[in-house]
């Protein structure tokens, strides 16, 4: 298989960790959500859509202990949890089940959070809830109109055996 990318846009801005096909920022400023979501977007990124276990576990790997702001929702409709970037109905899911969550405590908790004090799982928090937050952002361009986001995390939660660059900028990995 043959992705298509530009060869100067796999390398992340500085600040930013990269992991598979997208860039991570980690704030080490306290927002809410919804500035967090803006702070975000003004870099040019996303605040976090996680797609799966292993983008999950690199999350809980890299964040600090502390919690963090990701991009899911339910303000829409209570307990349809949507990435609000994309509008995306929320399917894999990291919930804390120990609460369990979400919750929704006090009748206002609509944003996603990732939680250091349940090991990292995931909890519903009060919107205007000061917190660090992460974003992240593509590291190459779809030429071909798919989503190869989606297509490479499959992969890479398969396992991707070896990937390589030619020298017309291409990655063609090897499965």
């Known amino acids: 298989m043959i992705l298509g990318m530009r060869s100067d846009s796999r390398s ?7 992991n598979g096909t997208k860039c991570y920022f980690f704030s080490e400023e306290l927002k809410t959500w919804m500035d967090a979501k803006l702070a975000c977007e ?23 202990e502390q919690w963090h702001w990701l991009g899911g929702t339910d303000e829409q409709e209570e307990n ?12 894999f899911t990291n919930w804390n089940l ?8 006090n009748g206002n908790e609509n944003c996603l959070a990732l939680s250091s004090a ?7 928090g009060t919107c205007n809830t000061l917190l660090l937050f ?3 952002k593509v590291t190459w361009n779809n030429t071909y109109g798919i989503n ?11 396992t ?16």
């Not at 992340?12 to 990269?18: A, I, L, M, V, Y």
């Not at 003004?42 to 600090?64: H, P, Q, R, T, Y």
């Not at 349809?80 to 399917?91: E, F």
């Open 134 to 136: 992460i974003c992240e």
């Open 80 to 91: 349809v949890w949507l990435w609000s970037p994309s509008q995306n109905l929320i399917i």
């Open 42 to 64: 003004d870099d040019g990124g996303i605040l976090v859509e996680v797609e799966s276990k292993c983008e999950n576990d690199f999350l809980k790997m890299s964040a600090s």
């Open 12 to 18: 992340c801005p500085n600040g930013w960790f990269r």
């Open 118 to 124: 349940y090991e990292f799982a995931w909890y519903d």
């Open 98 to 105: 120990e609460e369990p969550e979400p919750n929704n405590l």
């Open 160 to 175: 991707v055996n070896k990937s390589e660059k030619s020298s017309n900028g291409r990655i063609v990995i090897f499965l």
């Open 148 to 158: 190869l986001v989606t297509i490479v995390n499959a992969i890479t939660d398969i």
